[in-house]
């Protein structure tokens, strides 16, 4: 079954550490997004990647990074930087004449103490 | 700049009654609008799409929206509510006309079912 595949979904960390969030996805889409979702927030963009090798930040990159070595994958890595990473992430794609239409991963809930 | 606004963070309603989730968006250009459904510690599910084709729009699960540019609308709709409808729901327009642009989402709205 095509789909995006996000690991693991419970991830637990120590404050002062880098963690980084795996997003893998059989679709064939070319653009792959990195969101994250606090209660009451909705959803903010973290990094959004329309092809390899190339991505842009979002609204709230900062003390995140990514990369796009594969089409398949797009990894986050949430630093030490990010004042306030408790949260969970979802992943998603987009496929060209999809028109914007999004797929989402099952997503990572990342607890940071 | 694109926004979309989710009125009311949290709709409650009895099984069987009409379901009304509502959302206004701006957008500086004709805009693509989505309304996806997440069930607790799960990704989102799209509901329905408006691309520019017919203003009213039917989804899965009996669910349908119409977009009213007029109003700058595009509300969320269902005759009749059921227990399994209960989940969070949220609201999308596209940031600009261009290939791969990540979309902008609301608040989101939470859908309680009382039987």
């Known amino acids: 079954d095509g789909g995006i595949t996000q690991s693991p979904k419970y991830l637990f960390r120590k404050e002062g550490q880098n963690v980084t969030l795996s997003c893998e996805q059989n679709l064939n889409h070319d653009a792959m997004y990195w969101y994250r979702q606090d209660p009451g927030q909705g959803l903010r963009l973290i990094y959004y990647s329309q092809i390899v090798n190339d991505f842009q930040k979002g609204d709230i990159a900062e003390g995140y990074s990514v990369s796009r070595e594969k089409k398949e994958s797009f990894p986050l890595t949430v630093t030490s930087a990010q004042k306030n990473p408790t949260a969970f992430y979802l992943c998603a794609s987009t496929g060209q004449g999809s028109r914007h239409e999004q797929y989402f991963g099952p997503g990572t809930r990342l607890t940071v103490t | 700049a694109q926004s979309v606004t989710q009125l009311g963070s949290h709709v409650s309603v009895s099984e069987g009654a009409l379901v009304l989730l509502r959302c206004n968006y701006s957008?500086?250009?004709?805009?693509?609008l989505f309304w996806y459904v997440q069930y607790p510690n799960q990704g989102l599910q799209l509901l329905l799409k408006?691309?520019?084709?017919?203003?009213l729009v039917k989804g899965i699960n009996g669910f349908e929206a119409e977009f009213k540019k007029s109003e700058t609308s595009f509300h969320l709709t269902k005759p009749s509510a059921h227990m399994s409808d209960a989940a969070e729901y949220f609201c999308a327009v596209t940031r600009a006309n261009q290939a791969g642009t990540a979309l902008i989402f609301g608040k989101g709205t939470t859908l309680s079912v009382s039987s």
């Open positions: 957008s500086s250009v004709p805009p693509y």
């Open positions: 408006y691309t520019s084709a017919a203003t």
